[in-house]
């Protein structure tokens, strides 16, 4: 046992990106476990959507996570990794805001869209960052670190908030904690601005322009289009 707690070495991998990532991690589960895990009755208590409605939230977001995780990747690449991750991280921020102000389901189609869109943008960059801010013999101990910690809040922090929810006047007064929760990813989001650094030489290797990237990207569309054609 002392062999495997001095091989985890805790102190050695939360350094740089990987405690920022785990702080990150930690903070946004708490955002989440503030709703309590009553989001669904929420939706369907408060604001009348039916099961064919929510079962069409996951559809939507997929879709949207389809489309757009190709995209994700090639920006990262071809632009920059940090500011990928900043533009996904911040098509998130609307996200709670959302489900605190909407008075009906129908605003939260809107909630799964910008969802699935920072995923799309945000998975690529992170795992691409995550991989090159450790080495090798270290990167599954960091991977499993940072899920440790977040998974550690998971259980503690929803059932205290459901059932401050429930000795507060009940699902209505989700709205409240939406709006902690916003709150609690701006902060994460200003937290990860400053405090992920690429260092890496790879990593910096002259990013092209966003408008650039973006020509480069669907100029790649119209030639696989046009090769498409040709072969018909």
Known sequence: MRTFISGLNL????????????????????????????????????????ALVIGSFTSLWCAVFVVFILLGGWVADRYDRKKTYLLGSALALPTPLIYALSPSWHMIFLAYFFDALSSAFVVPAYQSI?????ERNRRSRAIAVINTLSHLVNMIVPPLSALAVQLTGGLNNLR?????????????W???SKAIQIKS??????PNGLS???KDFFGQIKKVYQVARERK
């Open 130 to 134: 995550l991989f090159s801010s450790v």
């Open 190 to 192: 200003l937290y990860t």
């Open 11 to 50: 102190r050695s991998l939360l350094e740089g990106n990987i405690r920022a990532f785990a702080v990150r991690g930690l903070l946004l589960t708490l955002g989440q476990g503030l709703t309590g895990g009553l989001v669904m009755l929420y939706v369907k208590n408060v604001l009348g959507a039916d």
């Open 176 to 188: 409240l904690m939406f709006l902690l929760q916003f709150t609690v990813t701006l902060c994460v």
């Open 201 to 206: 030489v790879n990593e910096k290797l002259q």
């Open 212 to 214: 650039s990237t973006m």
